[in-house]
């Protein structure tokens, strides 16, 4: 040893290791998917993008798969994570009806404070509905609401209201999932954070204040983002659980100069959260690219368009797909238009509001093509076929 310099030591930190369940959860990744979202022009499109990166796969989703909703607000981001939470509680199956669910267990943090339970249940009740018929028990023993309150059951909702409560929750889930009655002994598909800017302006002012004080002394550089922190612990613990992984963000910055009318040139965001994946700003294009393709299997294919690809953080999570909202916009009146013109055109217009119809634009890092999917809010119901759209 002492002719190489090397020492036992040495060529045992050379030795990769992982724990029983890492290696349970990355198996479990290749051989079993979680299930559709039963959203179809999405489902098509994620699928078609799987199969780019890795021809054995012809699913939509992967376990750990990391998916961003941004929009604006009243965009119908925390519905999709509404219907994407039922999608996941549901069974697979009730007695001899297929229902498409995922038959597992779902996270929810909460970081908003407002979370509706009752439309939640609602909106669960009515998709049963849809599948076992509007007012007839499922059996002599479960009824719908019993079914729902099953279901129910599974979720499992978390308030924290600070970035160092959210990062403390999610480094605690792990030990929640190992320990709780009710979950110790389910699979947890789904985890949700809804929404990943709650705390930004907050965190804004506070690293403002210490990167003033810092630079009025001597001490040294001021703590970095909270939310990087919230980086590490949800990359933790999706390589040992391997949820899905569905975080809502706020729409701020437009990534082009609004028109003369006031609309955005593109549709798309720019990331306002630091640091945080952002696969499509040049800035932030490589790397994201780079840690997509280091969470894919041996024999994926993720092309970075810029050709080198920096050297991986440990904190850093990959960012599978990326999701932008937007309310299907309603044309504004002509400027020819008088008033009474308005008024007799104003019963119309109030059907679109009310209709409530959702444009969806996704994205894949080191993909051309952009899917899009409609969705539309009802009063008791998320409908996302395109069959069900009026």
Known sequence: MSETGLSAAAILADIQSESLQNLLASVRAETSPPGLTHVPALDSYLASVNRRRLASRDWPLNRGDVVEIQGPAASGKTHLVYHMLIICLLPEKHLDTELGGWGKAAILIDTEGKFNIRRFHDLLLSCLRRYLGEDSSTDSLTSLEDLAAQCLQNLHVFRPTSSAQLAVTLLHLPRYHATEPRLQNQEIGLLAIDSMSAFYWRDRFTLEQLRD??????????????????????????????????????????????????????????????????????????????????????????????????????????????????????????????????????????????????????????????????????????????????
């Open 213 to 390: 004080a810092a630079q009025g002394s001597s001490r040294g550089n001021p703590p970095p983002n909270p939310i990087l922190h919230v980086l590490k612990s949800l990359a933790k613990f999706r390589a040992s659980h391997r949820p899905v992984i569905l975080m809502t963000n706020w729409g701020l910055n437009p990534l082009g100069k609004p028109s003369a009318t006031g609309e955005p040139e593109t549709p798309f965001y720019r990331q306002h959260l630091h640091p945080f994946p952002a696969p499509f700003e040049p800035h932030g294009a490589a790397e994201a690219v780079a840690s997509l393709e280091s969470s894919q299997p041996r024999g994926g294919n993720v092309t970075p368009r810029g050709g080198s690809r920096p050297r991986l953080t440990e904190s850093l999570l990959p960012l599978h797909y990326h999701i932008t909202l937007h309310p299907s916009p309603i044309d504004p009146f002509p400027a020819t238009f008088s008033l009474g013109d308005a008024l007799r055109h104003e019963d119309m217009r109030s059907v679109l509001v009310k209709k409530g119809e959702i444009r969806g634009l996704v994205r894949a890092p080191g993909e051309e093509e952009i899917g899009e999917f409609t969705f539309r809010i009802g009063d008791r119901e998320v409908l996302v076929d395109p069959d069900e759209l009026p």
